[in-house]
């Protein structure tokens, strides 16, 4: 097996089992907390004895916790996540049906991070130790301290309440929601393949605002990687024999110094890319946004006990494979991690 081939191997191996402790801490963790999820589910008040039991042996939660546990882990590795009490469909169906929702938030959220966090981060690095790296370097420590959900509330405020600009929430108006024809799920591909150039405004007009809170956070440390990156290139030998040979400053800048200090900064990006899946949570409540966290939150409010503990484990295992295929195409990319 050659290189590549042993990398993955290695990786699936940490990957693996990572997944295995995920699933048994949510199961664990469902399980011990106080309270009763049947009673939780039904309201808790004037329930019979009998409805309670009824419920509980249709959960399967009166069976002892080893067979639950067996039945649990055998159950995910079919697919089966369970049904969800509120729906009445499988919650892989309703997490599939809202997957796209989350993804195309979290990849317009990571366009603005990268957009915005590799530039300042260029232009902090050529511009180092003078006031406007100084002030760079404040914002991008400031963009960790900032809540998501009050970004998005401000974000509101202004652009959509005061000025009037943006939609305020959901993905689409109302006058496209039930009448355009959704073929991938995702709005924006959508648009374009019905060529309806009106639906394009709008569905990014809808995206702008939780885009921005969404990667806002991801902005500060992209931009602190980008920088760090660049200083370390831009005093490597080949760049001081690129400017000896009179290249122009921003050919030596962006053709040959962005290019190599991109590997590690490529690896962030990708993992960054998951973590934005776990922190939609918030951003999809204040917006309303249809995906999987918006899911999981009013699964949580019902009292949506396979729902809860199906959405949670997915996006578990999603994030896991993210970070999967980072790692192999980052072995790709710079061929060293393999050894």
């Known amino acids: 097996m050659g290189g590549i081939g042993k990398y993955v191997v290695q990786r699936l191996s940490?990957?693996?089992p990572m997944v295995f402790i995920l699933v048994s801490v949510v199961f664990l963790l469902l399980r011990i907390m106080p309270g009763d999820p049947v009673l939780a589910m039904l309201?808790?008040?004037?329930?019979?004895?009998?409805?309670?039991?009824?419920?509980?042996?249709?959960?399967?939660?009166d069976r002892p916790l080893g067979v639950q546990y067996v039945d649990y882990i055998w159950n995910i590795l079919h697919g089966d996540f369970g049904k969800s009490s509120r729906t009445g469909r499988p919650v892989l169906y309703e997490l599939f049906s809202r997957l796209p929702a989350t993804v195309?938030?979290?990849?317009w959220g990571m366009f603005f991070a990268a957009l915005f966090g590799l530039s300042t981060g260029i232009w902090a690095a050529v511009r180092a130790d003078r006031p406007i790296d100084h002030t760079i370097r404040i914002f991008h420590i400031g963009s960790f301290a900032l809540p998501i959900f009050w970004v998005g509330l401000m974000l509101q405020m202004?652009?959509?309440v005061k000025l009037g600009w943006l939609p305020v929430a959901k993905r689409v108006s109302g006058i496209y929601a039930f009448t355009f024809h959704r073929i991938t799920g995702f709005y924006v591909l959508d648009a374009i393949i019905l060529r309806n150039g009106k639906l394009l405004v709008d569905v990014l007009k809808h995206l702008v605002l939780p885009a921005v809170t969404l990667g806002i956070a991801q902005t500060g440390l992209l931009g602190r990687m980008t920088r760090a990156a660049m200083l370390e290139v831009l005093d490597a030998d080949?760049?001081?024999?690129?400017?000896?040979?009179?290249?122009?400053?921003?050919l030596v800048v962006m053709r040959h110094a962005l290019k190599n200090a991109l590997i590690p900064i490529i690896t962030?990006?990708?993992?960054?890319?998951?973590?934005?899946?776990?922190?939609?949570?918030?951003?999809?409540?204040?917006?309303s946004w249809p995906g999987v966290a918006g899911f999981l939150v009013r699964s949580l409010d019902a009292r949506d006990w396979f729902a809860i503990q199906g959405t949670i484990?997915?996006?578990?295992?999603?994030?896991?494979?993210i970070n999967l295929i980072v790692d192999i195409l980052y072995s790709f990319i710079d061929p060293r991690v393999r050894y």
């Open 14 to 16: 940490f990957t693996i």
């Open 43 to 61: 309201g808790g008040r004037n329930v019979s004895p009998e409805l309670i039991a009824q419920k509980r042996h249709e959960m399967g939660l």
């Open 104 to 107: 195309e938030l979290a990849i």
């Open 158 to 160: 202004i652009f959509a």
């Open 238 to 250: 080949y760049i001081t024999t690129a400017r000896s040979k009179g290249l122009r400053e921003r």
């Open 268 to 287: 962030v990006f990708g993992l960054q890319f998951a973590i934005l899946m776990g922190g939609a949570v918030l951003t999809e409540t204040v917006f």
């Open 313 to 321: 484990v997915f996006i578990g295992i999603f994030i896991a494979t």
